[in-house]
């Protein structure tokens, strides 16, 4: 089955909605955010595992090992500990770019509900010199509701199997 | 190295701070520590099929963990013997055999070299492949479903070197009838931060977690762990215990039975599963560890690089990089009795609490790679550093074995794991080791 493109209207609508959940993320307001996500939001990453191809087993992970795997009351204790004050690492505040690119939007069978692939791109600027720089792939679903795009769920895929940072104190 | 003596003060609780910066001390560490000590590998849940495989870390160097016909355990340099490249790229698996990159040396999954490329049209039929098999570790052993080796021969056995922290290990690994398992995979982080800070944290220092995990513990805190309070704004050490002296060995345990899903927002599944199962536990484990040491938060750290927190349930193994890094590979590790919604609420609790995106463990990584960073400069390094809390509160009690200080909020244990560290350091060989797996050896260096 090959999947449909969204129509050019949804396309842009939507790209204009990762830009601006984008931004949001970088200026850390997530108030602004939640109001982006369904109440029923799956918000998930994985933590990636290097396997021979031709390794078709099981055995390794029946259970997939979740860096992410929250639901809106989980997003809201991330956020809760953030505005806590007493997150010491983030202050004073770091730089951080959040870049969206390769930006797909596909049609579903379900009536206003979209697929959207795209990259994410995530730079920090901590201390001194230090820079971090983390991509991952992003899966979405997006529903069209009356108050506009919200996100029913993400699964971002994180590129490297072994976490060049210190802590995530953000969102893909 | 006699310069080591000025390094690490036991009575004092002083360390210089060059042991975090210094290369000469790591090379050093690698030889003496990593070298020598039983290191964890993995555990036998994650390899259970012949051919079933682990790469992981002794120290530096890179080993593979395969699972036998026998069903015994074989661990390997994971180099082929020919020119040294590294044989399998993947984190694990299920392989019949290994083969190398390079020229295609082919290594059965017993290490046997079984296959050569052109043997007879270029080595002439003259390669005795039998000298040519995979180098295995000098030690491997099993404690309740632990797999550990060592390259020294000379080692002491597992169960020597484990001593009296068994008796700790069995409140996790031996409580239920079936045992542990390691759930998911590995979350691999990298932090630049020198090996032994986080082993120190980990093994005694409860004085951080109102502070440092101020914002964690606010938000998901469901009952009172340890006698800690946010803000370090008061600690009640009554209901808690530091224990050290083991060789090398540390625990730090609440005693109320249950505090070790004190982090979780809703805990009732796993207290639920405390209260089912404590009758059992009892009659395996005894009054005292089965009423108040299982379901409580516990710190476990085996030196020189394991640590468990039971509870909370991660699992978490540290290899060095260089005196500046290092790989932290955490696991969530469970009851196999456990129901799976348990395990997957464990599981996510894990991560959200200690995985590269934890509430909690991502406090740790800016504190602890600031003082490898603060112990780099060339005025920093020569600088000391205390752990010097509740000197002299040390006794025992009859209940458990080890050295006993009060509450988690105490730094007895950093001061043991440095002891043990600079007597691996300075020994020649294991023969130079003291051995502390009983009371009177443990406590009668205090007073030298």
Redesign the interface.
Known sequence: MSAQQAEMDVYVALQRQLYQEARLLSAEQYDDWLAMLCDEVHYEMEMPQRRLREDKTNNWAPIKTPIFNDDMAALLMRIARFKTGFVWSENPINAIRHIVSNVEVFNTEIKDQFLVHSIIEVHRSRLDAERKRLTAGRQDLWNKTATGYKLLKRTAVLDDSVVLDSNINFFF | MKKLDDLVDFKTGRQKRVIYSDPAIYEEELEKIFGRCWLFLTHESQI??PG?FIRTFMGEDEVLVVRQKDDSIKAFLNTCTHRGNRLC???????RKFVCNYHGWSFGFDGKLNGVPLEKEAYNDQLDKSKFGLIEVAQIASYKGLVFATFDETAPSLEDYLGEMKWYLDIWLDAMPEGTEL???????????NWKLPVENVSGDGYHLGW?H???M???SSMEVGGLA??NATADNSGAVSVAGMNGHAVLAALDGQSGYGFY?DPKMAVDYLEENRATVIDRLGEYRGKRMWGSQINMTVFPNLQMLPGLNWFRVYHPKGPGKF?MWTW?MVDKEMSDDL??MI??NV??TF???G?F???D???L?AITEQSRGWRTRQMDIYTNMAIGGEHSRDEMPGVVSEGLICEQNQRYVYRRWLEMMQADSWADVPSYNNLQEARATEAK
């Open positions: 259970k099929e079933d790229k993947a984190d694990h698996g299920n392989s759930i998911g995979t590995a979350m691999k982080v990298e932090l630049p931060v440092a101020a914002g964690a606010t938000v998901s946010v803000g927002p790989e969530a395990k997957q599981l996510n991560s959200r995985g590269p995106a509430l463990d991502n406090d990584g800016d504190n790679q």
